[in-house]
């Protein structure tokens, strides 16, 4: 079960957030790489195990999906990000008139 968790931090620390949070992402998608590259030489070499090839695939997938999740939370953040910096850039202009 997936579960959204909040914490607060200075508006200047949210891009190195993001690349911090991202190379989780990174991760799972080298893994899910990985695990695709083993499930390809098992069909090279043992193609009887098909059992053990598809579960590898499965694994893969799995591991292409955290990355999914954990990338498009990114962009929500990074979307966020983006529009407190129109607003805050749209306050100064108006205090200038």
């Known amino acids: 079960m997936r579960v959204k ?6 508006l200047e620390e949210v891009e190195n957030e993001v690349k911090e949070i991202m190379q989780k992402a990174l ?14 030489t098992l069909l090279d070499t043992d193609k009887s195990d098909i059992l053990s ?13 955290k990355a999914d999740i ?18 805050a850039q749209e306050e100064v202009e108006n205090e200038k008139d």
């Open 5 to 10: 968790i909040a914490y607060s931090i200075e």
């Open 70 to 87: 954990i990338i498009s939370d990114c962009q929500e953040v990074l979307m966020g990000y983006r529009a407190t910096l129109q607003k």
């Open 53 to 65: 090839i598809a579960k590898q695939l499965d694994s893969a997938r799995r591991s292409l999906a």
């Open 27 to 40: 991760n799972h998608a080298e893994e899910a790489s990985k695990e695709a590259l083993e499930a390809t």
